[in-house]
């Protein structure tokens, strides 16, 4: 059966914590029901047939194997750049998305101002030398996930970000500096998750982000800027008709008799 979800969010832009419904139904409609809408700012509603299948991107993409490639990647910015937070997963629309991809002059990914985006964030710690205070900062990716002609899902990153902060008289050098290695994490992040999707070998019908971890339980809550699932939608599956030769059809022997 079918499960409309329904999420009330705090903020403008599906931002903030959200309280959610999840109706089953196996009719072509359902009703979802509030009765007090104050707080609510803006609300996704999201029919979700059957077919469909949830990955928590949290668990996907926060694995040890990743952690480890992107410890490599600060290194090779510097020994003096370490992690100190796991890879958190949320998401944010376009319109609300910075960064040295959006700079005046640049190409930017064609993109609606309410796309929603993946974004994949850790906090960083960057040693500076004696007499400096040391830096600490974040590094954001977005990807666009998609399908494609093939109908296969597709990751993209369209954005990335760096912030620092500390009050460091060298804050502007670190930032600097960590935007630099922004293009090897880019291509190192996208390759990975390209290569998680591509292992189901499997095309879809549809694909959407969910609030949370996409569960279906009757009503919660949770913060889609700190969590956010993948669906995907399975092709429905046609069956195979048995070819047959000619002489493989039954003839009624009544079609051949002579008519008066």
């Known amino acids: 059966m079918s499960i ?7 903020d403008t832009d599906f931002r903030g914590r959200a309280s959610y419904m999840n109706v089953t139904h196996a009719e072509s409609w359902a009703n979802t029901y509030r009765g007090d809408l ?29 952690q480890m490639i992107i410890d ?10 370490t992690r100190t937070t796991g890879l958190n997963v949320g998401w944010r629309q376009w319109r609300h998305i910075g960064g040295p991809d959006r700079e005046p002059g640049k190409t930017p990914a064609q993109h609606l101002d309410d796309d929603l985006l993946v974004r994949v964030f850790f906090d960083v710690h960057v ?18 996930l998609f399908l494609g002609a093939n109908h296969r899902a597709h990751a993209r990153v369209d954005a990335a970000d760096v912030f ?13 500096q960590l935007k630099g290695g922004l293009p090897n994490a880019k291509d190192t992040a996208q390759t990975l998750l390209q290569a998680w999707l591509d292992a189901s070998e499997q095309s879809y019908a549809n694909l959407y982000l969910l609030p949370g971890s996409g ?13 956010v699932s993948l669906a995907l939608v399975r092709l429905p599956v046609m069956p195979q008709q048995r070819l047959r030769r000619a002489n493989d ?3 009624d022997p009544r079609a051949h008799r002579d008519q008066p």
């Open 4 to 10: 409309l979800s329904t999420y009330w969010f705090e």
């Open 38 to 66: 104050s707080g609510a700012r803006s609300v996704l509603i999201v029919e979700r047939p059957p077919e469909e299948i949830v990955y928590d991107l949290t668990a996907v993409v926060d694995t040890q194997a990743n």
């Open 72 to 81: 490599n990647i600060l290194k090779q910015m510097s020994d003096a750049v």
């Open 127 to 144: 040693n500076t030398p004696p007499g400096f205070l040391a830096v600490d900062g974040r590094i954001e990716l977005y990807f666009w």
């Open 164 to 176: 620092t902060w500390g009050g460091s008289a060298v804050d502007a050098d670190v930032n600097r």
């Open 215 to 227: 569960g279906t339980e009757l009503a919660g809550s949770t913060n889609a800027e700190e969590s």
């Open 249 to 251: 059809f039954e003839v």
